[in-house]
Nanobody, 130 residues
């Protein structure tokens, strides 16, 4: 069974940090472009960050630039999202997504749309509150 499994999120105080992970099961991420999306209550799902197959290219939404870092570990078949200086407006369910091959969801100076990804995690809740 092909699936992406995100780590548990949690409750973090404003200004705090949290690292999310996304592990692939049943397939390799070696040829996938990867992204993190998030969805706050009452809002549409939005792109947060993406990383290319090689890991050489990344892109971030303006709202998280300078605070979030995406990375990938080929050996562990896992992608990470390091979130620092968290704000209450970062509260959302976070999803990782992967493309089925390297020519879909290209992460080059833009965040690909939802429909460009083929595999999705189940989502993990991140709440930033004092």
């Amino acid at each position: 069974q092909l699936q992406l499994v995100e780590s548990r999120g949690g409750l973090v105080q404003p200004g705090g940090s949290l690292r999310l992970s996304c592990a692939a099961s049943g397939f390799t991420l070696d040829y996938s472009n990867i992204a993190w999306f998030r969805q706050a209550p009452g809002k549409e799902r939005e792109g947060v960050s993406c990383i290319s197959v090689s890991g050489d290219s990344t892109h971030y939404a303006d709202s998280v630039k300078g605070r979030f870092t995406i990375s990938r570990d080929i050996a562990r078949n896992t992608v990470y999202l390091q979130m620092n200086s968290l704000k209450p407006e970062d509260t959302a369910v976070y999803y990782c997504a992967a493309s089925s091959h390297d020519l879909r969801a290209l992460c080059v100076r833009r965040l690909p749309g939802l429909d460009e990804y083929d595999y999705w995690g189940q989502g993990t809740q991140v709440t930033v509150s004092s």
